[in-house]
């Protein structure tokens, strides 16, 4: 029986390791990222977290849900993904309570084509892939519909959907994927709606490839977030500071070129 309980024990010690909740005196804050831009946002930051005495390690994830939810379990301290409206629909959903430390940047979110340059372009009855998580959905048909290629009841609404749309002149057939998977379907379909990270991640420049971008006034700031119980921890506060940074800004200038937008 004790051969049964040592490896269980030394598991349970494992968990409590990785555990976000973590003490004061722990140096260590993860946080889970999607790998561009905000991965690479996070290296920036590590050294500047390192001065303080944080060692700061990062998550890489390719999807949405999971750096949510290791967040929420307390497996990881933070996360750095993901717009309010997707946190807040999150929350409702799944019923946790996962909350914003600070906003960081804006990525313009675009909509792209292998098989045309204009939008103008565009046949009757094109097939049109976008994501199929409740926010970034309504995100893309805000985008279309700003440009007259749809007709929605209300097109202020940050949660409309394929319900919502009163008008479709061009006959779009839509069909909602992953956002991860958005990129590979440019061959397939004649336009996508692909999230910023990973447009980028897929080699694309959302300034000169992207057909339909947002402005740059988008509302869709991307966010740190973590929980109630350690976003007023000393090591969440300083890589907030260091999010937010003179340092970090200038690296998102110069990296991105207008591609992703410092919030700050």
């Keep these: 029986m004790k051969l049964l309980l040592a490896p269980l024990a030394l598991t349970l010690l494992l968990l409590a390791g990785c555990s976000g909740s973590g003490k004061q005196g722990d140096n260590v804050l993860t946080v889970a990222a999607t790998a561009v831009p905000h991965a690479e946002i996070l290296k920036q930051a590590k050294p500047l977290l390192a001065k303080e005495g944080v060692d700061l390690q990062i998550k890489v994830f390719a999807d ?12 990881i ?13 999150f929350n409702r959903e799944r019923g946790t309570q996962l909350t914003i430390i ?9 909509a792209y084509s292998h098989k045309y340059k204009s939008i103008d372009q565009l046949p009757d009855g094109a097939s049109v892939t976008l ?9 893309a048909l805000l985008l279309l519909a700003k440009h007259g290629l ?25 069909r909602e994927l992953e956002a991860a998977m958005l990129p590979r379907t440019l061959d397939e379909v004649d336009l996508a709606l692909i999230n910023t990270n990973y447009a980028l991640a897929a080699g694309l420049n959302p300034t000169k490839d992207a057909l339909l971008i947002e402005s740059k006034d988008s509302p869709y700031v991307n966010y740190l977030v973590g929980r109630p119980d350690n976003q007023n921890d000393p090591r969440v506060q300083k890589l907030a500071r260091a999010l937010t940074s003179p340092q970090i ?15 700050f």
Aim: hydrophobic share 30%; proline share 10%.
């Design 131 to 139: 994501p199929n998580d409740p926010s970034n959905n309504s995100r």
């Design 102 to 110: 600070t906003g960081v940047h804006i990525e313009p979110f675009g």
């Design 249 to 263: 800004k200038a690296f998102i200038e110069q990296k991105y070129h207008g591609a992703v937008l410092p919030a």
């Design 77 to 89: 301290d933070l996360n750095y993904f993901q717009t309010k409206p997707y946190l807040d629909a």
């Design 150 to 174: 749809i007709t929605l009841k209300d097109p202020t609404d940050e949660m409309a959907t394929l319900k919502d749309i009163t008008a479709n002149p061009k006959q779009l057939k839509f």
């Design 64 to 75: 949405y849900v999971q750096p949510n939810t290791q967040v929420a379990e307390k497996n």
